[in-house]
């Protein structure tokens, strides 16, 4: 158990890639925004190579699995926000790729980004700033501080924590959730070193991890929903 807590400390530990100075000062650059760079350029480059010959007739295969992809992930989010919720569908998008990349790039050997709770800390409070906006936007800034004295003047402290509540449970479910498969990897490695962990690893790594990036945008849509919902 000694070793699992000295394993667990160095893991979560947020290690430096490497470092420059800025005048007098050094400034660290860390491993999580580093594989983040890498997530980027990979995105960019497939979002390039996919896109290019697009045609309107007799579409190649690339551009069906393209637009397939596109519209199964357009849908699912119109679903739960309806059109008023139409022009956050992109960013919504967007971190759901990311997230599924960083999920899945211990694969090849990267440390996901997702393992340090400042990348997921950061992902939270981007949500909760599109929630709240999305909400004030639709409802317009009258209705929406109002909103926080609803059902009752009494529960506006309540309403107020709310906002911060929301950022920190999105926070802590996904950073959790890969602390959790850590420790489990690492018990089962103690009990039987050899065979055991290769399934349990691919399911961390692939199934898991996918599901809590569906998870994530699913409760950021859910939470926006409630204020882009016209009554």
Same mark, same amino acid.
């Given at each position: 158990?000694?070793?699992?807590?000295?394993? $667990?400390?160095?893991?979560?530990a947020?290690?430096?890639?490497?470092?420059?100075?800025?005048?007098?000062h050094?400034?660290?650059?860390?491993?999580?925004?580093v594989?983040?760079?890498?997530?980027?350029?990979?995105?960019v %480059?497939?979002?390039?190579?996919?896109?290019?010959?697009?045609?309107?007739q007799?579409p190649?295969?690339k551009q069906?699995?393209?637009?397939?992809v596109?519209?199964a992930?357009?849908n699912?989010f119109?679903?739960?926000?309806?059109?008023n919720?139409?022009?956050?569908?992109?960013?919504?998008?967007?971190v759901?790729f990311?997230?599924?990349f960083?999920?899945?790039?211990?694969?090849?050997?990267?440390?996901?980004?997702?393992k340090?709770?400042?990348?997921?800390a950061?992902?939270?409070l981007?949500?909760?700033?599109?929630?709240?906006?999305?909400?004030?936007?639709?409802?317009?800034?009258?209705?929406?501080?109002?909103?926080?004295?609803?059902?009752?003047?009494?529960?506006?402290?309540?309403?107020?924590?709310?906002?911060?509540i929301r950022?920190?449970?999105?926070?802590?479910?996904? %950073?959790?959730?890969?602390?959790?498969?850590?420790v489990?990897m690492?018990?089962?490695?103690?009990?039987?070193?050899? $065979?055991?962990?290769?399934?349990?690893?691919?399911?961390?790594?692939?199934?898991?991890? $996918?599901i809590q990036?569906?998870?994530?945008?699913?409760?950021?849509? $859910?939470?926006?929903?409630e204020?882009?919902t016209?009554?």
């Open positions: 158990m000694a070793n699992l807590s000295k394993d $667990l400390g160095e893991s979560l947020v290690k430096t890639a490497f470092s420059f100075k800025l005048g007098a050094t400034i660290g650059v860390s491993e999580s925004v594989v983040t760079w890498i997530i980027m350029a990979m995105l %480059f497939l979002a390039i190579y996919l896109t290019h010959g697009l045609r309107a007799n190649g295969k069906i699995f393209l637009e397939s596109m519209s992930g357009y699912l119109h679903d739960i926000l309806g059109d919720g139409t022009a956050y569908i992109p960013y919504l998008l967007t759901m990311y997230l599924g960083a999920n899945l790039i211990g694969i090849i050997g990267f440390t996901p980004p997702t340090d709770i400042n990348v997921t950061a992902l939270a981007m949500s909760i700033v599109l929630i709240e906006y999305s909400n004030a936007h639709h409802n317009g800034g009258k209705k929406f501080f109002k909103s926080f004295a609803e059902p009752l003047p009494l529960m506006t402290p309540i309403n107020i924590m709310e906002v911060g950022p920190l449970s999105l926070c802590m479910r996904l %950073f959790g959730n890969v602390l959790g498969s850590f489990v690492k018990l089962l490695e103690i009990i039987c070193p050899l $065979l055991l962990p290769i399934p349990f690893s691919m399911y961390f790594d692939i199934f898991d991890g $996918l990036m569906i998870v994530f945008v699913f409760l950021t849509a $859910l939470f926006m929903q204020g882009l016209d009554e």
